[in-house]
DNA sequence: CCTATCTTTGCAACAAAGTTGCGTTTAGAT
DNA sequence: ATCTAAACGCAACTTTGTTGCAAAGATAGG
């Protein structure tokens, strides 16, 4: 995986601040927090992280999700999204013991049928419960 | 419906603001954004606004949704939640077109598979697309 | 109907989350 | 090595939500 390229595919410059973010979010399988990253790159200015953030997703390198509580996270793209607007069409799942934020990539939206009028364009699902380490533990 | 005997019947004293909130809320199907609140009641103090919705939310009178972009909403809730963790079990649809959020109550949440050691304890599906208004214009 | 009490309201101040403008630095193409 | 557009850091600002406290209001009891 070499993100340098990556990045530059999508038209954006590498940076040492952009390897970094993308290195953290490319570990495990979660979405993280504006406020994890800060701590993470405490000497990084606030402003750069949510500007890097958003051109990542912008480019299709990441995608959002805002949970119940309206907390904003980023998670890296498995295949590249189609740019700009992109449905990650998976499930995001929250833990409620660690509070991770996991992509199931391999569960996929469910199909659900919509009162008479109403067109579906994007879905979005958020589960709520326990992961399967603080489930096992 | 008395709204007066709904508020005084979860422990909460019956006020002209609370009465007017309970009110706006309970027209359409609608989930109301605390900004739209504010200009509806302009006179109110944007505080007593949140206390009435987070104290409504609280004994169970409306649910809290928290849409794609962040932004928080609350709805009355039909049948009376059970108190403080009610789980509204709708699925909620944002419009593209008119912004805005309704409570589809017909149509429950799906059940999902989750990976070996995940336990799911709450759903929550929003759907973004044409209401049916905006689709039939 | 009046009073006492506990709740609710309004105000001010604060905290967290996110955005904008601008001057300086840096990536990378020539 | 030079040049230019992109990215960064800083300061200031907006939006969203919370907290403490004094004044005003709801309702149960006399």
Do not use: W
Not at 12 to 32: C, D, M
């Amino acid at each position: 995986m070499d993100f340098s390229v990556q990045i530059r595919e999508k038209g954006l410059k590498v940076t040492p601040a952009r390897l970094s973010v993308i290195e953290v979010l490319s570990e495990g399988n979660q979405a993280f927090a504006h406020a994890e990253l800060e701590k993470i790159f405490d000497t990084m200015d606030r402003v750069t992280l949510y500007r890097i953030l958003n051109d990542f997703e912008y480019v299709g390198l990441v995608h959002k999700i805002v949970d119940a509580e309206g907390i904003t996270r980023f998670a890296l793209c498995k295949k590249s999204c189609p740019d700009k607007h992109h449905t990650d069409d998976h499930v995001h799942f929250n833990c409620q013991i660690c509070h991770k934020m996991f992509c199931l990539d391999k569960v996929h939206e469910p199909q659900i049928n919509l009162p008479n009028g109403f067109k579906a364009e994007r879905l979005q699902t958020l589960i709520y419960g326990l992961c399967n380490s603080c489930n096992a533990a």
